[in-house]
């Protein structure tokens, strides 16, 4: 069994749909990260959150830590949101991350 | 700031042939990290260093190897290419450990080996 699950594996919307990417993870941590892949490759740092919500801009990201889960939202989505989600905790040796396989997503016009 | 920058870009290697990958940054960092990632599969960690002059392995070691010799750079070296390491090449750092800092990658290496 994977230690990092998200789901779903891929994802298609239309603009302008609220989008909900989640995370579940088997090991005890005490961050969790959302990352964003775009299509070019590269990697950008969205979120690291160890409790409740945060919010930047149209993203929210929520955690669960008794339930050892994770929500990644999107409202209004754009076709520039159009990338691969990644979930990784610090559950690992020395504390490095362990990484989910990553949500694409895909928003049409 | 140029944040983390990744050398080379792209690369074809034949087996056997050896290379190395050069990550710089210039955020003072302490921590930096070699990832691997490849289809169907989460980002794994090759290699990582704490802090200049001090290396680490990762989940997936074999066949590499890095040095730090100073703080802003992080190299991952190929002695002896093989099939199995064409992959994309992610260079990282962050400023404090155990996962608790963001991370700031580079835009990796496209690694090839025929």
């Known amino acids: 069994k994977n230690e990092v699950e998200q789901s779903p594996q891929n994802l298609t919307a239309q603009e302008g749909e609220f989008i909900t990417i989640n995370c579940s993870y088997s090991?005890?941590?005490?961050?969790l990260h959302w990352l964003q892949q775009h299509p070019g490759g590269g990697i950008v740092s969205l979120f690291m959150l160890s409790s409740g919500k945060k919010k930047h801009g149209r993203l929210i990201a929520t955690i669960n830590i008794q339930e050892k889960h994770s929500s990644l939202h999107i409202t209004a989505s754009h076709p520039r949101d159009s990338a691969v989600y990644i979930c990784?905790?610090?559950?690992?040796?020395?504390?490095?991350?362990?990484f989910g396989k990553g949500t694409k997503l895909s928003v049409k016009p | 700031n140029a944040g983390v920058t990744q050398t080379p870009k792209f690369r074809v290697l034949k087996t056997g042939q050896s290379m190395t990958l050069l990550c710089a940054q210039d955020m003072n960092h302490e921590y930096m990290y070699w990832y691997r990632q490849d289809p169907g599969m989460g980002l794994r960690l090759i290699h990582y260093s704490v802090g200049e002059g001090t290396t680490a392995k990762g989940e997936v070691p074999d066949g590499y190897n890095v040095s730090r010799l100073k703080k802003q750079n992080f190299l991952l070296g190929l002695e002896s290419a093989a099939p199995s390491q064409t992959s994309v090449y992610f260079c990282a750092s962050s400023y404090s450990s155990k996962g608790n800092s963001p991370l700031h990658f580079g835009n990796g290496t496209r690694l090839t080996v025929t």
């Open positions: 990784a905790v610090n559950g690992g040796s020395q504390g490095n991350l362990i």
């Open positions: 090991v005890g941590i005490s961050a």
